[in-house]
T-cell receptor, first 110, second 114 residues
Framework: DAKTTQPPSMDCAEGRAANLPCNHSTISGNEYVYWYRQIHSQGPQYIIHGLKNNETNEMASLIITEDRKSSTLILPHATLRDTAVYYCIVRVANTDKLIFGTGTRLQVFP | KAGVTQTPRYLIKTRGQQVTLSCSPISGHRSVSWYQQTPGQGLQFLFE???????NKGNFPGRFSGRQFSNSRSEMNVSTLELGDSALYLC?????????????FGEGSRLTVL
C-alpha cells in the first residue's frame, strides 16, 4: 500500500496562503490522492482529491507533480478556522480504503 | 440530508468485555468503511462493507469484526477488549463504494477501555 509523508507541523499567518506538502512516491497509477482535515478529533472533513491533474474547489487547490510522487494542498487565504490537522491520503484503487499519513498540524495565527 | 450517524458517541468498558458500535450511513449510501484512530498509530483502516458483504479488511486481529445489514447500516464488534483498543472509531460512507468521490465521515465513537 502506498504511504504518504508530511511535515508534522506548519504555521501560517491569517490571510496568507498555506501550502501543505505531501510525498507519496510509491503511489500506483490508478490511486487517487485525497486531502482531509480534522479539527479537535471530530470526524475528518473532506477537502479535495485528484488523480493526476491539478484540482480546485471552493476550499482549496491541489497541485500534483507530473510524476505523481508528491502533491501540495493550497489554502489560498487561511483563516483561524483553518487551524486543524491536515491529512494527505492515498485511496487504494477500487476500494473505500484510505491510507492516512501522520498529518500536518497547521496553526493559523492572527 | 442527515450525515453519517454513529452511536454511541462515548463509552467506557473494562478489559475482557466486548463492545458493539453502530453506524448509519447517509441515506442512499450503500458502502460503509470503518477506521480506528489512536494517538500512537493514527488513522487505520479496519474494514469495508458493500451490500452486506465485506470487501476489504485491514490488518487487525480477529477480535475485530463487523457486519452490514440490508438497510446499509453497519455494526462493528470488538471482543475481549484490551487497553490498546481505546480509540476513536470512525465510520465513513459512500454511494456505492469503489467510486472516486468523497467519503463522508461520522463524528466517531470514542471507546475507553479501563
Amino acid at each position: 500500500d502506498a504511504k504518504t509523508t508530511q511535515p508534522p507541523s506548519m504555521d501560517c499567518a491569517e490571510g496568507r496562503a498555506a501550502n501543505l506538502p505531501c510525498n507519496h512516491s510509491t503511489i500506483s497509477g490508478n490511486e487517487y490522492v485525497y486531502w482531509y482535515r480534522q479539527i479537535h478529533s471530530q470526524g475528518p472533513q473532506y477537502i479535495i482529491h485528484g488523480l493526476k491533474n491539478n484540482e480546485t474547489n471552493e476550499m482549496a487547490s491541489l497541485i500534483i507533480t507530473e510524476d505523481r510522487k508528491s502533491s501540495t494542498l493550497i489554502l489560498p487565504h487561511a483563516t483561524l478556522r483553518d487551524t486543524a490537522v491536515y491529512y494527505c491520503i492515498v485511496r487504494v484503487a477500487n476500494t473505500d480504503k484510505l491510507i492516512f499519513g501522520t498529518g500536518t498540524r497547521l496553526q493559523v495565527f492572527p | 440530508k442527515a450525515g453519517v450517524t454513529q452511536t454511541p458517541r462515548y463509552l467506557i468498558k473494562t478489559r475482557g468485555q466486548q463492545v458493539t458500535l453502530s453506524c448509519s450511513p447517509i441515506s442512499g449510501h450503500r458502502s460503509v468503511s470503518w477506521y480506528q484512530q489512536t494517538p500512537g498509530q493514527g488513522l487505520q483502516f479496519l474494514f469495508e462493507y458493500f451490500s452486506e458483504t465485506q470487501r476489504n479488511k485491514g490488518n487487525f486481529p480477529g477480535r475485530f469484526s463487523g457486519r452490514q445489514f440490508s438497510n446499509s447500516r453497519s455494526e462493528m464488534n470488538v471482543s475481549t477488549l484490551e487497553l490498546g483498543d481505546s480509540a476513536l472509531y470512525l465510520c465513513a460512507s459512500t454511494l456505492q463504494g469503489r467510486d472516486t468521490g468523497e467519503l463522508f465521515f461520522g463524528e466517531g465513537s470514542r471507546l475507553t477501555v479501563l
